[in-house]
Structures are given as structure tokens and as C-alpha cells.
């Protein structure tokens, strides 16, 4: 949801299911994740973080005001104390590493978000409730990229039935993306998150199905962003599903898939602008899997290639320490590859990762790296297809299997 209209859009969607009893799982509003860490690095830094703050300040606030024009009863008293609360951590010197203070910060994208769109949906006369998912999804300490701790997230979801069960609640309104840890400090699950908050709480609350709404018709094959003439794919089977996003397909988040698999819960990805439209179904069969070739494409791609320096074979013990390192700064690979000697990876552009990568293991080894690259990914290709997507493009490093192909392409400067 990226305004107002979106908020009063959803009240149409939950319309959709009269006798069912829901669970929303909303992310922050529009851009405003990207707006929360514009403001994190002004504070990080020491800047002036005032204009910033301000741009997520009226956002909000403009949203707001439209629903209050629409629904004067409306009650928005969370809503401005989550703004005090922000203003007031602003206000305090960071204490803690930069993961941790970005998700003390950013998480409030997603508080705010579902106090508006919960206060307008009470208003609209919806019997909805807000929950604060900190108090059901519980995970490690590892900021940024937390580990659910499914046993302790039972135990919580446990009261959670209970409460919901006595006050007969048709219509849980809770966050995305954001969790806690045994400490009570707020946590996030991955970039895009909200998606496996959604498949977590499915599998914990024993859902019937989980709807994914998005402003594409469904699971296309390719980005209409870089490819003409896609397809949207109707049915795929949860391993196909798992293989496209853990490539990178933008639709739904890597994780998203194993916790439903597990428990046969189907997935719907639809269309929030058009909700009475089909859409995909994800679920067991693999019969449909084949029939239309996907593709994965990812712009600004680095490829980071380290070697020992006295021409030692690069071994586990090598692999060991740098995937320590890579674990350390949370440099995620997009794809890898070894020889005698050295051990190549691509991952996305990020200049920070990239100098604390350096500073751990320059010294030990040698370490070289090419920029502006692109890495595409085809599921169920054919030859005429790899012609096609290699035509006026170098290949640095290729790789294929029965039904996948990778490439790390050069664009040619000719």
C-alpha cells in the first residue's frame, strides 16, 4: 500500500471473505522502508537527520489525513506516539552496531503502517484487532537477518489463540518484517520481509490458505521491468516456487515457502489492484512446472574473486574463513564458483560489505573484484534461449544444470 487509496482498497479485499476469520500482515507504506534507512544513515553518520525525518512525518501524515476526511471518528492516538517515539530515539546517540540500531529505527515503517491501517478499518466499522507481532514472532539476536525460534514462537502463538478465541476478533491486523528477540529488542527478518511473516504465522496459526497480495496479476516469468511479453504462471508446485525466489525473483521472499510446504497450506499470489482475478497457486503437483521457461534478472552485480597468494589450493580450511567473514558482515552470495586456487562469488553492489570483506582478508589473500555486472538466471532453457540472452554480452562465469541456467554477464562497451 502506498497511500491512502491503498488502505481504503483493503478494505475492500477483506470484504471478499465475510465469514472467514483473518490474519493481515501489512508492510511499511510505499517507499518509506528506503525513507527509514535514508534517515538511520543521516543519524549514523551525525547529519542532520531533521529533513528526513520530515519527509516520513508528512507521508504519514497526509495519509492520515485523508482517512480522517473520509472517517472523522477515526482514532490515530498510536499513530502519533509512534512519531514521538521515533523523534525521541533520534534524539539518543546510537549504541549498539549498525544492524541493531536499523532495526530499532526502520521496524516503525511497519508500526505505523498498521496503526493507520487499523484505526481506519475499526472506524469502517471492521471487527479488527492490532497486535504488536514483537510479542508472537520471537527469534535470535542476529539483526537484520534474524532465525525464527519456532519453539518459543508456539508458545506465544498459544496465548495468542487463546486471546482471540475469548474476544471472538474477526480481523488481526499485525506487521511484516519485524519480530523480537529473548531480550524483547526488536528484530527484522530479511529485506521484503513481511511475505515470510505472513508464511510463518500461516504455519503457526494452522491456516487454511495464504493470500499474497501485489500489484502484479500473479507469478510472472519475468520482470516486466526488463523482459516484453510475459507470462503469469498459474499453478507451480512449492519447489518451483522455492527455486525462483531463492534466484531472486522480486514476487515473494526466499523463505516464504517452507514453512506452508511443510504444513500443504496452499499460497495465492494475486492482484491487490484486481482481487476477484485468479492469480497463481502454489502447491504440491509439478505437473505445470516445465511449461513455460522464467527468468531471473539482477542488475548492479559485483564479482569478487579471491586466491591465495602463495598458490596453495584453496580448500575447506580457506572456504571456512571466508564464509566466516561473509557471514560476519552479512554479504550474501548470489552465486559461487571455485578452481585450484582461488574462489569466486557474485554478489550485489554494496560498498560498505564489500571494505569490510577487504579489511578481514586482503592481507591473506589476493583479492580482485569487477563492477556493473548482471547475473541472469533461467529456469527450463534451451539453447535458443542462451543464445539469445548472450548476443552482444561477455560471459565471466557460467553455469548450468538440467533445468537452470546462471550467467554473469559483461554488456560490451562496442
Known sequence: MKDADGVKNLLKVIKLYPKSKLTVVISAMGKMTNAFENLLEARMSGRDYEAEFSKIEEFHSNIAADLKAESPNIKLERFYEYLTEIQTLLRQAPTESYDFEYDQLVSYGELISTSLVEAYLKAAGVNSEWLDIRHVIRTNSKHREAVV??????????????????????????????????????????REGSDYTAAILAYLLDAEDLTIWKDVPGMLNADPKWFKNTVKLDQISFREAIELSYYGASVIHPKTIQPIQNKGIPLYVKSFLN?????????????????????????????????????SFIVEEHLTEIFDVLNTIGMKINLMQNSAISFSFCVDADQRKLDLFLEALQEKYSIRYNTDLQLMTVRHYNENIVKQLQAGKEVLLEQRSRSTLRMILRVNSK
Open 149 to 190: 525460534d519456532w519453539k518459543q514462537s508456539e508458545i506465544q502463538v498459544s496465548v495468542l489463540k487463546e486471546h482471540l478465541n475469548s474476544t471472538g476478533t474477526e480481523v488481526l491486523i499485525t506487521q511484516g518484517f519485524i519480530a523480537a528477540d529473548k531480550r524483547g529488542k526488536t528484530t527484522t527478518l530479511g
Open 275 to 311: 482481487p476477484t482475478d485468479p492469480g497463481t497457486v502454489i502447491q504440491k503437483s509439478d505437473e505445470n512446472d516445465a511449461l513455460v521457461p522464467s527468468y531471473i534478472f539482477k542488475p548492479q552485480q559485483w564479482l569478487v574473486t579471491v586466491s591465495s597468494r602463495d598458490f
